[in-house]
């Protein structure tokens, strides 16, 4: 059980309508708002729309290096029988790839990569760890899409993140365009928590994260946000990055051209939000998917 109290109740039988959202966007104040590599007017979108992106955060030669070591996790089948390896449904093509700093030293130092981090913190406050990281794979042809959801709705349901003080770095490995799934957002979505219905079944995250069918918000609410706000695919090319709030409605279509779409993802949480027991009253999910074990901050790479 979750002994604190949950302002964000969700996973319930009955429909509860959105409400407006109870944290800030931006968690930072006066000259440590500023203090960062992002300009004031960035940091003014992402409060506004909850999301920001970049061009050519990476250089080309950075990307190769990456894309090298995708390519090889892509041939090594011990991984593809790994845990923390999802499969797309039915295929033996890889979905995701979770906890891929752990499994990498050069993901891993671009967690601290300082032009990352000091964004993230002038963002989230000093004092962030890595709550979960990931490669999502979409092979040409063959690649599933996402469905609408909020990353915070199942944080907080199942693994017990208990405040919106949280938000993920998209950093694109493969040219994004518009027919081979690009990320999707709600602009303005991040101001409304939208409750789901259906309780959590136990070890969902072993169909939800190849179909997600528990946790996605009702048609009605989500014609709401999308009325209120549109849809935008910050397409870009290789070495973009989306940086976007944890409650930021996002998705992505199916890959239907004959081009692979590979993005990483890294979720930064603030250490004074550290994670509960899970509210839906399951039992904790994997390491792989919520660090439980260590919530050091973060230190820059000099």
């Not at 991984?79 to 033996?92: F, N, Y």
């Not at 671009?110 to 000091?118: E, H, V």
């Amino acid at each position: 059980m979750n002994d604190t109290q949950d302002l964000f109740p969700t996973r319930i039988e009955r429909k509860l309508g959105m409400f407006e959202r109870l944290d800030p966007v931006v968690h930072t104040e006066g000259s440590e708002r500023e203090d960062g590599p992002l300009s004031k007017e960035q940091v003014d979108e992402f409060e506004e729309k909850g999301f920001i992106s970049f061009d050519n955060f990476l250089s080309e030669d950075e990307v190769e290096q990456f894309l090298q070591e995708l390519r090889e996790y892509e041939e090594d089948e011990d991984l593809k029988l790994s845990e923390g390896t999802v499969l797309e449904p039915g295929k033996q093509e890889i979905r995701s790839v979770f906890g891929i700093h752990q499994v990498s030293e050069r993901f891993d130092r671009l967690t601290r990569d300082p032009r990352l981090l000091g964004m993230v913190e002038q963002l989230l406050g000093k004092g962030v760890y890595i709550h979960q990281s990931r490669i999502n794979y979409k092979p040409g042809f063959k690649g599933k899409g996402f469905d609408w959801h909020s990353d915070f709705e199942t944080w907080h349901s199942e693994d017990g993140m208990p405040r919106m003080r949280s938000l993920s770095c998209s950093i694109v490995l493969t040219d994004n365009g518009e027919f081979n799934g690009p990320l999707m957002l709600i602009p303005g979505s991040h101001k409304y928590f939208i409750p789901c219905v259906g309780r959590t079944p136990e070890d969902n995250y072993k169909e939800s994260l190849k179909s997600q069918d528990i946790g996605v918000p009702d048609d009605a609410s989500l014609r709401d946000v999308m009325v209120k706000g549109d849809i935008e695919a910050p397409k870009g090319k290789a070495g973009s990055l989306v940086m976007f709030e944890c409650n930021t409605m996002h998705g992505s279509n199916i890959n239907m051209s004959c081009w692979p779409r590979s993005n990483l993802f890294f979720v930064y949480n603030s250490v004074e939000n550290t994670l509960h027991a899970p509210y839906c009253g399951n039992k904790p999910r994997p390491e792989f998917l919520a660090n439980r074990k260590d919530w050091s901050p973060l230190k820059p790479l000099k």
